[in-house]
């Protein structure tokens, strides 16, 4: 009798304990470092990279920049930042990581010359011993203090190589044109070379820029079709616009310029990566019948020496893909809508991170459900004025995951829902980190207890960052496509909000996470299983 009762009791008690009031995930650990303060440790800013399994960050304490060297979850040093020369402020421009140095790019408008200044300090990663201070890497004549040019600076995949590319001053008379000085480790010239855009601004939009290890530099654009091809393209229901992807060296004042062009599709939302070895990969989503709608992901390998098409591989997303962690309503809805405009139903507004290359040859690409509102709205005063406030809405919703196996096919997608909204804090605690180990993908973001259990068809709960419900989710997406969500830390601690844009896999496939609680931060190390 007192066992039964026991036992009644057990189960009347669990069915008061929420379904997320679970214990943590099995399937990895989490590694704390000491408790840090702003006061005490500083600000934290945002991650510049790794080397080995060391991670650098930017922290700043009142007025100073600081760049921390953490190795693991303990902090190896925490070193200021000289940025003041000759009695004038400098800010930083870009912090790049070679194998052994730290390169500090700075930059100072002179109104007096009326000309932007680029200088360079570099550190020892070590121990941030000084090697150069403040050496002028390059200087921009500005027509004023509203065109000013700008530089853009880059390392390749290896980090041999650094590109510092000088943009003059906007002129909308003319070809856009720039300078590309490319530099070995130590920041010696390599080669310098002025160019032209071999189209104008009308034409071609870059999309994104890598500096190979060879010292090459590619950059990947949209060519439009003119007037007259638009039209006649247009009715035979063929894309108005191409890839083009162009390669600039030391040899030639003009690039090399190759078109990227599959048939049939309409290619949106490519992006370029580039490993240490291997064939250039050109990756993103594709539409059936325009440019805006998306059905599915798209593979491509580039022959890295001749730039050419050598595999390619698509995968077309079903409609019950699509309609995925949609509740019914919703669906129904989505079909009509498609079914009224004479479309196939889309994807829509998704944006692309960086492929990630696995060690097997194959690759993954995350693309995820992004986009910004900006709300304006005018009130009057009571003295018969008016004020005026701005808010900006971030969003960021599902996630699709591609897998793509070492011959560079396709082998399944798969859809990681949630729902992040954030105002006026440009999305920082929102998005995922992702890391690859093995056969294994894990998605790390900041979700709702109430997604924990989620199935195909329930209604996502929307994350939100003070609700007494938030909690990091771990997702974990196995060889054959199929997720598992779960809780990745203890219940002594769900108050902890991640920073997923900010957490970096290691080279020993942990990751480096920033983590919030209160007024403290800490710093953390994932160990997946």
Sequence with gaps: MHSKLALLLAFSVLAFVPAHAQKKTDKADVKWGADMTIKDNGKFRYVIGDVDNSSFIVVRRKKDVLIQRMDGVKVAWQKPVDLELDEKDLSIHTIILTKTDILVFCYYYDKKDNETRLYLSSYDQASFMPL??????????????????AFIISSSPDRSKVLVQVLPPFDKEDLERSSMNVYDADMQLQWSQEFSLPYTDADYRVESQRVDNDGSVLVLGVKYADRKEKKALKRANKSTYEYHLLVYTGDSPTPQDHAIAVQDKFLQDMSLSMADQGDIICAGLFGNKGSFSVRGAFFLRLDRTTKTISHESFKEFSDDFITSYMTEKQAQKAKKKAEKQDQELELPEFVLHDIIHRDDGGAVLIAEQYFMR??????????????????YHYYYNDVVVVNIDPQGNIEWATKVPKRQHSINDDGIFSSCAVAV??????????????????K??????????????????????????????????????????????????????????????????????????
């Design 132 to 149: 150069k201070h403040f050496e002028k890497v390059a200087t921009i004549p500005a027509l004023k203090s509203s065109n000013t040019g």
């Design 374 to 391: 900006v709300v304006t709205t005018t009130s009057s005063t009571p003295n018969g004025g008016t004020t005026t406030s701005t808010t």
């Design 437 to 454: 180990k093995g056969g294994k993908i894990y998605l790390v973001f900041n979700d709702t207890g109430e997604n924990l259990f989620v």
């Design 456 to 529: 195909p068809g329930d209604k996502i709960k929307q994350f939100e960052l003070k609700g007494k419900d938030a909690l990091v989710i771990l997702a974990t997406i196995g060889e054959d496509g199929n997720v598992s969500r779960e809780a990745l830390f203890t219940p002594d601690r769900r108050d902890v909000i991640l920073r997923p844009q900010d957490c970096v896999q290691l080279k020993d496939d942990t990751m480096f996470i920033y983590a919030s609680r209160y007024k403290d931060y800490r710093f953390g190390l994932i160990e997946f299983k």
